[in-house]
């Protein structure tokens, strides 16, 4: 009896680890980002989701990217404040180097700490991104002391 009882107990964890294999059928493939925005005071950071409409890495750090810069919600803001543009983006291995043009430097401590937050955790949700490098007019970022 022992050894029908353990064989049954057998069979019942091999279909349970086998049901596990299967892809759901409601299971959707499209896979969904959330986009770092800044609450409407500008004082902390605050998440949407979004699913992208291409496959592709390009498409959808071109469509990140907009959603970032142009919120289609009403309750939140952008972390890039207004006079400040994205001058170019480049992909290299596992990096993404964002430039922005001059009116970065003119930003306050607290909108540059928002503004780098939320970009730096919107990308590095795309596959194979491990850091975001910003760069301002194509220099890299420097202290009051030049490092």
């Given at each position: 009896m022992s050894?029908k009882?353990?064989?049954?107990?057998?069979?019942?964890?091999?279909?349970l680890c086998?049901?596990?294999c299967?892809?759901?059928?409601?299971e959707s493939?499209e896979?969904?980002y959330?986009?770092?925005y800044?609450?409407l005071?500008?004082?902390?950071l605050?998440?949407?989701?979004?699913?992208?409409?291409?496959?592709r890495?390009d498409g959808i750090?071109?469509?990140?990217?907009?959603q970032?810069q142009?919120?289609d919600y009403?309750?939140v803001?952008s972390?890039l404040?207004?006079?400040v543009n994205?001058?170019s983006y480049?992909?290299?291995?596992?990096?993404?180097?964002?430039d922005?043009?001059?009116?970065?430097l003119?930003?306050?401590?607290?909108?540059e700490?928002?503004?780098?937050?939320g970009l730096?955790?919107?990308?590095?949700?795309?596959?194979g991104?491990m850091r975001v490098?910003?760069?301002?007019d194509g220099?890299?970022l420097?202290?009051n002391d030049?490092?």
């Amino acid at each position: 009896m022992s050894g029908k009882i353990r064989a049954v107990l057998i069979l019942l964890v091999a279909v349970l680890c086998l049901g596990g294999c299967g892809k759901s059928g409601s299971e959707s493939s499209e896979k969904e980002y959330e986009i770092y925005y800044t609450n409407l005071a500008g004082t902390r950071l605050t998440t949407k989701p979004y699913i992208p409409v291409s496959d592709r890495f390009d498409g959808i750090l071109k469509e990140l990217l907009e959603q970032f810069q142009h919120p289609d919600y009403t309750d939140v803001s952008s972390a890039l404040p207004m006079g400040v543009n994205i001058n170019s983006y480049t992909t290299v291995i596992d990096e993404l180097q964002v430039d922005f043009d001059g009116a970065y430097l003119g930003l306050s401590n607290v909108q540059e700490v928002l503004l780098r937050a939320g970009l730096v955790k919107t990308l590095v949700q795309l596959p194979g991104i491990m850091r975001v490098r910003i760069t301002v007019d194509g220099q890299a970022l420097t202290d009051n002391d030049g490092k």
